[in-house]
């Protein structure tokens, strides 16, 4: 009995054919893939991928077995596996069905696979910007009232255009000098010169020499029209991103800083909502202290308790990777969307009601 | 009397709906049943009122009268359904219309709306069917639980998640478009 070096490949076959009746490697392969399949529920990315990994020796990461999820067999092994792990379907479903929102919000927040979201490298300073956008993210989902739930898409559309616009701005920044040496290489103007230089030495003929005159003016035209971006065109485009960022920021500001009291409709009851929030506290903390007291922020929840509040009533414990097992999630997309078809069929009919 | 019968039966008619579908599967059986069913509930609302007896509606209630109607309905020996139209028109002094006006609104409206939800429903049980419908009716899982005597939420949501991933093969048949569970394990 040896190692197994499993590859992609030998995945792909294993799918094709999962017959593991004479075949020990098959049966490893087989064991392999179902705790795999577990990742989210029972199972955690280390614990597939780094340490149950017993005589297998992978030629692969999580991403690449996860993009497995395309393939029919694949799924197809997957749909007669989790009619055994019915557990980990009713979590799937519960969540679907249930807990759509909060877990979609919790998923889109926590998972970026690499190979679909752009690589932006990131400066010390914007860093800094991030962990600004961060903590104000932070308060932004301590507000729980319902307009501050209504208005996080917005703030999130906002965010992320904030961080693509941050990206270039900091794309433009670092690769101008380098854009710009490389772009005006006069370097290719002398070389082009030398050569005509030389050449004529030799003798060549006229219409060689026009031909190499007509590619130096070329060049000197490029090299000129680099000038003029660098010295123009680049500086508007920093100074429209610059812009840009600076009025992503100041609407996201405006809207984070929404005060219902200025709104005519809302005033009475925004009024009257906070009078009666301010006389209920002060009545339980006076209660309690009676001198001064201090207010405790509330300290937000993390990715594992919201996991667990939001699969408490089931009690079964999901963890964080379940967003990389594209299997699994598939389901609970699919799961949404056939829910909400026969919702949007059969609730019409059964709720109608002839008005006289 | 009329005011409360028309707020009671606004109040419940989906569940009065959804109960006679469980034990039915023909429009005109179905309306049958709805008719039956709205008929009882007058009759034991005025009982109760003469009774001065507290009119008290649990989430269970249309399902055992329903049930219990569907039964009668089956057994020719105890079909009882002259009674129930004589103890109704005895009782409903003059809001025969008003109350007719209710039962007809209670019923299916026309045998395609029936047969639409029905091409979803026609190879469950009557459990199935329940399950299902209250799922796509958005009855909290907990509400399913209880009127249901299961005994904890988990147990009450694999049986509804079972019957709608029956449901769900209905799809592909119905709809070669639409992509669903199943339909992916032949992609």
Partial sequence: ?356 | MCGTCEVLIRENYKTIRKASLKFTSRFVETNDLINTVVLKFLNWKKNKQEANQPISINNGFFYTITKNAAIDAQSIDTVNFEDEVTAYETNAFNNTEIHQNLIAKTKFSSPENHAFIFRYLQDLDEKEKDAFLSVVTEEPVEDYQSRNNIENYHQALKRRRRAFQKAQSRLIIDDDNVVSINSREGL
């Fill in chain 1, 1 to 356: 009995m040896g190692s197994i070096i499993l590859d992609i490949q030998k995945l792909n076959n294993f799918f094709v054919n999962p017959d593991n009746q004479n075949s020990w490697e098959n049966q490893e392969i087989e064991k392999f893939i179902k705790r795999a399949f577990l990742i989210g529920k029972d199972k955690t990315i280390e614990d597939v991928f780094e340490k149950d990994l017993g005589l297998i020796s992978l030629q692969f990461d999580h991403y690449e077995f996860f993009k497995l999820s395309k393939n029919k067999n694949a799924v197809q092994f997957f749909n007669k596996f989790i009619k055994e792990k019915e557990d980990f379907d009713d979590v799937l479903f519960d969540l679907a069905e249930n807990n759509y929102n909060d877990f979609y919000w919790l998923y889109n927040d926590n998972y970026h696979p690499p190979i679909e979201r752009p690589k932006l490298e990131i400066s010390a300073s914007a860093s800094e910007s991030f962990e600004s956008r961060n903590t104000i993210a932070e308060n932004f989902s301590q507000r729980e009232d319902e307009t501050q739930s209504d208005i996080k898409p917005i703030i999130k559309e906002i965010e992320s255009k904030i961080e693509f616009v941050e990206g270039i701005l900091y794309q433009l920044k670092l690769k101008r000098d380098m854009g710009q040496e490389n772009l005006l290489n006069d370097n290719l103007k002398n070389l082009i010169q030398s050569h005509i230089y030389k050449r004529m030495k030799e003798g060549s003929y006229p219409e060689e020499t026009s031909f190499w005159e007509k590619l130096l003016n070329s060049t000197s035209a490029q090299i000129e029209e680099a000038n003029d971006f660098f010295n123009n065109d680049y500086s508007r485009t920093r100074e429209f991103f610059e812009r840009t960022l600076s009025d992503l920021e100041n609407l996201k500001y405006q809207i984070l800083n929404i005060d219902l009291n200025e709104f005519g409709a809302d005033k009475n009851f925004s009024s009257n909502l906070n009078e009666i929030y301010d006389d209920s506290f002060s009545v339980e903390m006076s209660s309690v202290y009676p001198g001064s007291y201090d207010f405790e922020e509330e300290i937000p929840e993390t990715i594992e308790e919201t996991l667990d509040r939001l699969t408490r009533k089931i009690n079964i414990t999901i963890n964080k990777d379940l967003f990389v097992n594209t299997f699994a999630m598939d389901r609970f997309f699919t799961y949404d969307k056939d829910i909400t078809k026969m919702k949007s069929e059969v609730l019409p009919i059964i709720e109608e009601w002839e008005e006289e």
